[in-house]
């Protein structure tokens, strides 16, 4: 079992910059794949970026460029540094977990999911 903790949200003008982290319980937090997923009020859920046990990293095309995601394996944290943030990317932001090696991009590919940050971006 995985228990993932987010924080790091809040109100940010347009322009500006935030950086969510995602503080995951477990001792093999190494092997297993992270991504960051965000819901708007009346949108679904959709892929941001996600980052593999080896490095590797995913994007979004709405985000490229503006977004990284890197992790910390000694302290069992994922981070979404977000720059140049628009009004679009007001959302509530999740982190997941997933060691399956399915879809990094597909909700349904991962098992563990935290609770949810706000990110609001203000024009």
């Known amino acids: 079992q995985v228990q993932l903790v987010e924080s790091g949200g809040g109100l940010v003008q347009a322009g500006g910059s935030l950086r969510l982290s995602c503080a995951a319980s477990?001792?093999?937090?190494?092997?297993?794949?992270m991504g960051w997923f965000r819901q708007a009020p009346g949108k679904e859920r959709e892929f941001v970026a996600a980052?593999?046990?080896?490095?590797?990293?995913y994007y979004a095309d709405s985000v490229k460029g503006r977004f990284t995601i890197s992790r910390d394996n000694a302290k069992n944290t994922v981070y979404l540094q977000m720059n140049s943030l628009k009004p679009e990317d007001t959302a509530v932001y999740y982190c997941?977990?997933?060691?399956?090696?399915?879809?990094?991009?597909?909700?349904?590919?991962?098992?563990?999911w935290g609770q949810g940050t706000q990110v609001t971006v203000s024009s």
């Open positions: 997941a977990a997933q060691e399956s090696g399915n879809p990094l991009s597909r909700e349904w590919g991962y098992a563990y």
């Open positions: 477990g001792r093999t937090f190494s092997s297993y794949a």
């Open positions: 980052i593999k046990w080896n490095s590797m990293t």
